[in-house]
């Protein structure tokens, strides 16, 4: 059995000001507060939700 690839993501701009989609996609993600830095499981889904709010994030592979 293969380890699932992981991106660590880190939320660096605050969401104050963004919009409500943006806010769920940051939450979804399983970030709270800036400088939370959390490891997802690389998948497109949540491709899609970094890629939607990258302008608030730092990611690492």
């Known amino acids: 059995m293969s380890e699932q690839k992981k991106i660590r993501v ?3 701009k605050s969401l104050i000001g963004t ?6 996609c940051v939450r979804g993600l399983g970030l709270r ?4 830095t959390v490891e997802v499981v690389d998948t497109p889904e949540n491709r899609g939700m970094i890629t939607r709010v990258a302008y608030l994030l730092k990611c690492e592979a």
């Open 10 to 12: 880190t939320l660096v």
């Open 33 to 36: 507060r800036l400088n939370h």
């Open 19 to 24: 919009k409500a989609p943006h806010r769920a």
